[in-house]
């Protein structure tokens, strides 16, 4: 089955720098890669996503990259704020299924 | 906005007792999933449900799981007799469609302690 990794597992960035987090994954068959941030008390909510006709994908302060032949996807956050200190999480789904596989999450704090 | 919601947000339950964590998906979305995450670890999948059936389910469904929409709003994950190793978060979440073309909406999340 899928297996996806994610680092680092703990990021601290001052405020107005960027950020990065990296994810790989195994199933050569996945095509869709999603982000989902979590606040404390919350479920994970989509902040972007990318498939795998597509190399980059970008949203304001947001954007995604996505290497298929290195199977590797990342997150960019840009001008970083204090609200967007949360756990990142990145996932995987194949075209035949529905369903998702997470790395296993990284903490973001952005100290103002 | 449209949410979906859990209740309870927390459940403290005794080993080999039933539970029967609750949601309510957005009400025009038509796959509904369950997720959980033990503290500390991955999210991880547990079941995919459509057409008033199991599309997907992981290793981790065994016997002790169902799940059920039993009046068309709700969608329920029932653990029979739960063990220690269940108490986690647990997350039930929707799309419109397949998760490959639609963003999956999650809950807040139900607590699950097993003590």
């Known amino acids: 089955g899928e297996n996806v990794e994610q680092h680092p597992s703990t990021l601290s960035v001052q405020e107005g720098d960027s950020a990065v987090i990296k994810c790989t994954y195994s199933?050569?068959?996945?095509?869709?890669f999603p982000w989902y941030k979590q606040e404390l008390g919350k479920g994970p909510q989509l902040i972007i996503d990318?498939?795998?006709?597509?190399g980059e994908k970008k949203d304001q302060r947001i954007a995604v990259t996505l290497n298929k032949t290195a199977k590797h996807f990342s997150l960019h956050i840009t001008e970083t704020q204090p609200e967007d200190s949360a756990v990142y999480f990145c996932a995987a789904s194949p075209n035949a299924g529905n369903m998702l596989t997470f790395g296993g999450g990284t903490r973001l704090m952005v100290k103002p | 906005e449209p949410e979906v919601t859990q209740t309870p947000s927390h459940q403290v339950t005794q080993m080999g007792q039933e539970v029967i964590l609750r949601c309510v998906p957005i009400s025009n979305h038509l796959y509904f999933y369950w997720y959980r995450q033990i503290l500390g670890q991955k999210v991880e999948f547990l079941v995919s449900?459509?057409?008033?059936?199991?599309?997907?389910k992981s290793e981790i469904f065994d016997d002790q799981f169902s799940v059920e929409r039993p009046d068309g709003s709700n969608f329920t994950l029932k653990i029979r007799s739960t063990k220690l190793e269940d108490s986690a978060m647990y997350f039930c979440?929707?799309?419109?469609?397949?998760?490959?073309?639609?963003?999956?909406?999650f809950g807040q999340g139900t607590r699950l302690t097993v003590v």
């Open positions: 199933d050569s068959a996945s095509n869709y």
């Open positions: 979440a929707s799309s419109l469609r397949a998760v490959l073309n639609t963003e999956a909406f």
């Open positions: 990318i498939r795998s006709n597509v």
């Open positions: 449900f459509y057409n008033n059936e199991i599309s997907e």
